[in-house]
């Protein structure tokens, strides 16, 4: 594809670098029962761009929750943006927006922000949009721009700015989500394999006080099983019940096998501090703050099923 050469100014890096603008990191969080809950965001790799969101509580998942998106936005020196050796006339509004993609999910859409005339005050924008759920799906691509919210009536050293309402003027930054696969504290992944079972269990951990969560454990739904038909969400045959069947017995091997550690008290009375996103503070939150009874694996079982029936 050739590339496009714009016939206007646009902002450019040195314009960025002068503004002195201050833009927080996104941050995410879903509501549940009227509550707000924060997600966690990392990079799924030191050498990547892209972010994943996880849920230390282990319930957030795209399909069922909507998610919000947060940010926090301030610009200092930005009448350099206006004028003859800006990228809007002098009296034109520029507009702040975040331009969301989700390839897979084939959606698009806009974020306004706030908007930014050619005056000396300090700007701040608080941006918070939330996503309905099952809306986002695979890696979502964030990018703030500036364009010409409203025009303005260009003096004479001012023709060759761009002055049509919704024109882009330029590009902040960029940022990239991943909402699948490991983008969930409790990940579930999909195999094809006639020879195994519907589904199972990783379960898997060197020393679960600092061993990541999402990296030990994980559920593998088979799609090549004859009865695949009862977890495919495209299928009217779809029954929501058996999967929370499944993430409650996975669950409960989890919390049964955490313990035979010897500090497993600990655990239980939350009476330790974890590494962050641990097994060992994932199911001491489970079992001290949601109240799941694991005194013996029976009650162990039901208070994670009653759980997934009075919430999901």
Known sequence: MPTAISSFPMITVRMLEDISSEMLEYSFCYMENSKKNFLGCERISDDSLIYMVNDSRGIWNADEYNLSINRQYKFNNYNILFGENGIACSDSIVGIAVVWTSTDSKQRGIIEVGEIN??????????????????????????????????GNPLRNEQ????????????????????????????IYEINDLEKPLWYLDCEWEDPRYDDFAECVSIYINTGHKNYKYLDKVKRTYDEQLLKEIMASALTIVITKLRSETFWDSIAGGTAEFENGSVAQAVSYFVKTLGWNATKPELLSYSIRKFFDERM
């Open 118 to 151: 050619n005056t000396n005050e300090k700007l701040h924008f608080s941006m918070e949009y939330f996503f309905d759920k099952a809306q986002l799906r695979g890696d979502v691509e964030f990018t703030t721009i500036l364009y010409i919210k409203n025009t």
């Open 160 to 187: 060759h700015i761009a002055n049509s309402c919704g024109c882009i003027v330029g590009e902040i930054d960029k940022f990239y989500l991943r909402l699948d696969g490991n983008g969930s504290m409790f990940p």
